[in-house]
């Protein structure tokens, strides 16, 4: 897999910035080949399950440490991304309805 340590986004999951903070990571992700930690997991390629590993930390690290919480016990950056998605989309949606 190819140095994740140089793509880096500087975006702080925060619990105002959903929407950029998905946008850079998504960026992120595109220069790793790995979209597929958004669209659904690395399916059985030994590659990308190493990958997806390896994704988590510089995930965890991009997270307020309020919601750490909800990467930390993950074991795929799929799992964990789906676990902030769940939060904070629930929580914009829950704010639109208010």
Known sequence: PPPI???LTNVLL???NWAKFVKNFKVFLLGLDA???VDGGPGTEADNLS???MII????SHVHEDYQ???EDQVSATAAF???KGHFEKS???NRIV
Do not use: C, E, I, Q
């Open 5 to 7: 340590t140089t793509a």
């Open 14 to 16: 925060d619990g105002s």
């Open 35 to 37: 979209l597929w930690v």
């Open 51 to 53: 990958l997806d590993r």
């Open 57 to 60: 930390p510089h995930l965890y």
């Open 69 to 71: 919480y909800l990467v």
């Open 82 to 84: 789906k676990s902030l």
């Open 92 to 94: 914009n949606m829950t």
